[in-house]
């Protein structure tokens, strides 16, 4: 199909050119680049579609009349109709494309090299950087990173797709009062307690003791004076203070780390505030001698940013010590240093659109070119339909408890099913499909917006879900593997002029779709744009599986012919589903 596209655009351009110099139009020619592409809404309006609204001036004509001229040199060309037909309605040109051609072409393209299709390599040789999670190692991983992890991941997957060399990056925020919170409540609380000898999960273990510290505030207004003591002595370097300290976040990032490997997550580096937090100190020096920034009359260190329509900023205290903002102007420094990248990602909430565009231009207005290279991918607010979830109450969902209540639900979906022979190893598969299931719902949500998660919604094995996509994954496995005992099938050798039912050319057409799919979530970083085209992907199959028999098809060849359509739909259903995280099933 993009062959043909391409032969289309090439000719609809040709006649363009064709039409300026028969009318000694004074203008230059027409280049593909300045004629559009579209995809008509209505099938039966074509399969591509040339609108001439832009050349109306150039021509001093209606675009319909643009339109008509066009597609009469069009017709005139006999070396066109192997390749299909055209004609005009109204402003467009539109074109009917060969089948047969566009079937071969597509499906050839996906069995011949079923693990690169999709690829387009439009960002081969660039380097991205991308920063997601940013966990705190106070408590363990929440629902709100299992959504940033989920965008920071598929993402990531999908840029590496396109070509792009991608470089993951989590800043591990292992320092501060809040940190010290749950030290202090270990100390009081914990009785040399250990997450071995109780049995729970290590950053669950840490994260406990920062409730036990919120209950404990409550209830002794010096608590908090406690916990400002013992950051005191952490920053002095005690040595008692610093071994809580590295036992505590050791048990916190070894717990996130088997929630990352269980939902697929991975990092190339880590980088800990504690390493960090310094930095930053020498560029705001730096910016201060070259007048960039300045000091107010207590010694505060200050930008102004109000000519860029934004506030006055704070970059270091009126005793010299950083603030956040210190921290990231640093990080950012030497996370070029350490992989000069052409585009560094943050995958970060929404409510910190203020902070990065302070960011972006405090280190362009420091001279650093690849400032303008910044980019802040923000995502709203997930909730459940108990409300909003504050870790300090105890009243946040876990990672793993909500992965496992998912679980738990899919297992007993599959026993009621009466699938436990069917799918093996049932606690394996129902993880897989508390994963689809779970990934699915994060991702078909345009990262912008604020969304409710409802796990017995995500669970269901039809309609708009992760466990719908799987199934139809595994269906169509089934379909492959019956078809293996069929010799006069085997035997056959396509024929994809026979592939003319309305059903199959909308799944084919659906199939050749995919590559400028993923160059469109790639260029937007939104993983939602596959999440769609993956259920639009589904119901197309579901809608021929229906209407056109392949197994019991009496004709071999068109049976055989059938078969291939339903191989490159699983080729580009376990491409698209690893780009948005949904492990592929083979039976459920």
Same mark, same amino acid.
């Given at each position: ?10 000719? +609809? ?11 000694? $139009? ?15 809404? %209505? ?5 591509? #579609?040339?609108?001439?609204?832009? &050349? ?27 390749? #299909? ?11 009917? +494309? ?14 011949? @090299? ?40 598929? $993402? ?9 060399? *991608? ?45 036990? &510290? ?22 002095? =370097? ?15 990032? @070894? ?37 960039? &920034? ?28 950083? +603030? ?83 679980? %738990?639900?899919? *297992? ?23 994963? =689809? ?79 400028? $799919?993923? %160059? ?7 993983? @939602? ?10 119901? =197309? ?29 699983? *080729? ?17």
């Amino acid at each position: 199909m993009k062959e043909l596209k391409k032969i289309w655009h090439g000719k +609809v351009t040709e006649a363009l050119n064709k039409l300026r110099i028969s009318m000694n $139009v004074d203008c230059p020619g027409i280049t593909e680049e300045e004629v559009p592409l579209e995809n008509p809404p %209505d099938p039966g309006m074509g399969d591509l #579609g040339f609108p001439m609204f832009m &050349f109306a001036k150039k021509f001093r004509k209606g675009p319909p009349v643009i339109a008509r001229e066009v597609a009469e040199i069009l017709s005139g060309d006999v070396e066109l109709a192997e390749y #299909g037909r055209v004609q005009s309605q109204g402003p467009y040109v539109n074109v009917f +494309v060969s089948r047969e051609k566009a079937t071969e072409s597509v499906l050839k393209n996906i069995l011949l @090299s079923p693990e690169s299709y999709g690829k387009t390599n439009s960002l081969s040789g660039r380097k991205i950087m991308i920063e997601f999670s940013s966990p705190n190692t106070n408590k363990p991983l929440h629902l709100g990173h299992l959504r940033n992890d989920a965008l920071g991941e598929s $993402v990531s997957r999908i840029l590496k797709f396109l070509g792009a060399e *991608v470089y993951k990056v989590c800043i591990i925020n292992n320092r501060g009062v809040h940190i010290c919170k749950s030290m202090l409540a270990y100390k009081k609380f914990g009785n040399n307690e250990t997450p071995e000898s109780l049995g729970v999960k290590s950053d669950r273990f840490v994260g406990d003791f920062y409730v036990k &510290f919120a209950k404990w505030a409550s209830e002794d207004p010096g608590a908090e004076a406690e916990a400002q003591e013992m950051l005191r002595k952490w920053e002095a =370097g005690d040595p008692d203070t610093v071994a809580l300290w590295k036992k505590m976040n050791n048990w916190a990032v @070894s717990g996130m780390e088997r929630t990352y490997k269980r939902t697929g997550v991975s990092f190339d580096k880590y980088y800990f505030e504690s390493d960090t937090y310094l930095l930053g100190k020498d560029a705001i020096a730096k910016g201060l001698e070259e007048k960039i &920034f300045y000091k107010d009359e207590e010694g505060t260190t200050w930008v102004d940013l109000t000519e860029e329509n934004l506030d006055k900023k704070v970059l270091l205290r009126k005793d010299g010590t950083s +603030v956040y903002i210190t921290q990231d102007i640093g990080t950012a420094i030497q996370r070029h240093n350490d992989w000069p990248f052409d585009q560094l990602v943050y995958v970060v909430g929404s409510e910190q659109i203020y902070h990065f565009k302070v960011l972006f231009l405090v280190l362009k207005k420091l001279g650093y070119s690849w400032a303008d290279m910044l980019y802040h991918l923000s995502y709203g607010m997930v909730n459940l339909p108990e409300g909003r979830m504050k870790s300090r109450e105890g009243t946040v969902v876990d990672a793993d408890d909500l992965i496992d209540s998912l679980r %738990d639900m899919a *297992v007993e979906e599959i026993k009621v099913k009466n699938r436990e022979e069917a799918v093996g190893d049932i606690n394996d598969v129902a993880e897989k499909i508390a994963l =689809g299931a779970l990934h699915y719902f994060l991702l078909q949500v345009t990262p912008s917006k604020d969304m409710l998660f409802n796990p017995k919604e995500s669970l269901s094995f039809n309609g708009d879900t992760g466990p719908y996509l799987q199934y139809m994954g595994a269906r169509i496995t089934s379909v492959l593997k019956k078809a293996e005992a069929s010799p006069s099938v085997q035997g056959a050798v396509s024929d994809y002029s026979l592939l003319d039912e309305e059903y199959e050319w909308e799944l084919l057409k659906l199939l050749a779709k995919f590559p400028d $799919v993923v %160059d469109e979530a790639g260029r937007n970083m939104d993983p @939602s744009r596959i999440a769609l085209y993956l259920y639009e992907l589904s119901k =197309g199959f579901s809608r021929f599986y229906h209407e056109c028999p392949i197994l019991d098809e009496k004709n071999p060849v068109l049976s055989k012919t059938r078969l291939d359509l339903a191989k490159a739909v699983l *080729v580009v259903l376990k491409n698209a589903m690893n780009l948005v995280m949904i492990p592929f099933l083979e039976s459920m």
